[in-house]
Nanobody, 127 residues
């Protein structure tokens, strides 16, 4: 059983930065981890993901070069560094954990594979 709690959201202006954190309880070394987001009136979408150990990362096209996902399993933490924020980044951000399994292609961002989800942290970017 893994419990996830996000923090670090807030309101920033266009071009600003935020660092989201996700604190996990339980043993996370065997879990792939990811960030998703959901804007009002839109479906939840994948943002970034990292495999067990953190050696492989994936990003959705709209955040490549601006966001960085990282993990510290010793501290049971997942992070999302967000730079050059845009109004379209405004959303509720969720972290999620997936126990093992493949980590390539369509599997990476398949929401159904993620067993555990946090409650979310709100990010608002104003122009």
């Amino acid at each position: 059983q893994v419990q996830l709690v996000e923090s670090g959201g807030g309101s920033v202006q266009t071009g600003g930065s935020l660092r989201l954190s996700c604190s996990a309880s339980g043993y996370t070394y065997d879990y792939h981890m990811a960030w998703f987001r959901q804007a009002p009136g839109k479906e939840r979408e994948a943002v970034a993901a990292t495999n067990t150990g953190g050696g492989v990362t994936y990003y959705t096209d709209s955040v490549k070069g601006r966001f960085t996902v990282s993990r510290d399993d010793a501290k049971k933490m997942l992070y999302l560094q967000m730079n050059s924020l845009k109004p379209e980044d405004t959303a509720m951000y969720y972290c999620a954990a997936s126990f093992g399994g493949p980590f390539w292609g369509d599997y990476v961002f398949a929401q159904g594979r993620y067993n555990y989800w946090g409650q979310g942290t709100q990010v608002t970017v104003s122009s």
